[in-house]
């Protein structure tokens, strides 16, 4: 038994006694038979209808499903967004930030003071679409987006407000999507989601101190419910 010589190649490239390799042919040699396909494709192909868009002067309009820079919904001249941070932690490349307020004369209480979004991150993979319970932020058809230093990639909430009257396309599009996936568990907001602390315990008084809420939770959870769904 002989013993293989490993550095040594086994077939040489060049050897016509390969058996995989095959023999051109003269005009094959030449290439030009392949260049000439080439160039009757291409000179074919000049006749046909063109798709190309001339951008920018024709701009292309995209459909509901598209996702593009994301943007606020602002709903009767007010943000919809409550400021819950849910949007902030589901973006993976973090690139949400917010600084929530209380406001007693909104009706919904809570209110973005700041909000910002690093465009220069953003992946527009639509994760703070789909966690937001409010429908408050969407993405939106906007695709053409230029910055001129990085500071300007930086998106405030000024610029992030759009009003809900131009983003009619993609909340329709995501209550078809998002009841047909949720079925009857799912109830989309097409109007402001106000749910105000106040209106969730009529008994609440903002005069109670710590001890009182400590007591009042204490003697509630002493107290047998009524339903074992009440648990």
């Not at 006749?47 to 709903?75: C, H, N, S």
């Not at 993976?92 to 690093?118: H, T």
């Not at 996936?181 to 989601?193: K, S």
């Amino acid at each position: 038994m002989s013993t293989q010589n490993l550095e040594k190649p086994v077939v040489n490239a060049l050897n016509r006694d390969y058996d995989r390799e095959r023999n051109f042919s003269f005009l094959e040699n030449l290439y030009l038979p392949e260049i000439f396909k080439g160039l009757a494709y291409t000179f074919k192909q000049i006749f046909k209808p063109k798709f190309t868009m001339q951008y920018p002067e024709e701009k292309w309009d995209p459909p509901a499903i598209f996702r593009g820079r994301p943007v606020l919904v602002e709903d009767n001249g007010r943000e919809r967004c409550v400021a819950c941070g849910l949007c902030a932690r589901a973006c993976p490349p973090l690139a949400i930030s917010m600084q929530a307020n209380e406001d007693a004369a909104d009706p919904k209480e809570r209110y973005p003071e700041e909000f910002q979004i690093n465009m220069l991150r953003c992946i527009y993979c639509g994760f703070c679409e789909d966690v937001c319970p409010e429908e408050a932020i969407v993405m939106s058809k906007d695709y053409d987006i230029v910055f001129e230093s990085r500071e300007e990639a930086v998106y405030d909430k000024e610029r992030l407000l759009v009003p809900k009257e131009d983003l009619e396309e993609r909340l329709e599009f995501l209550r078809k999507y998002k009841n047909r996936q949720f079925g009857q568990f799912w109830d989309f907001q097409q109007d402001n989601n106000i749910h105000s602390v106040r209106d969730r315990d009529r008994e609440w008084n903002t005069g109670l101190s710590l001890v009182d809420m400590i007591e009042q939770q204490e003697e509630a959870e002493d107290t047998d419910p009524s339903s074992p769904w009440d648990r």
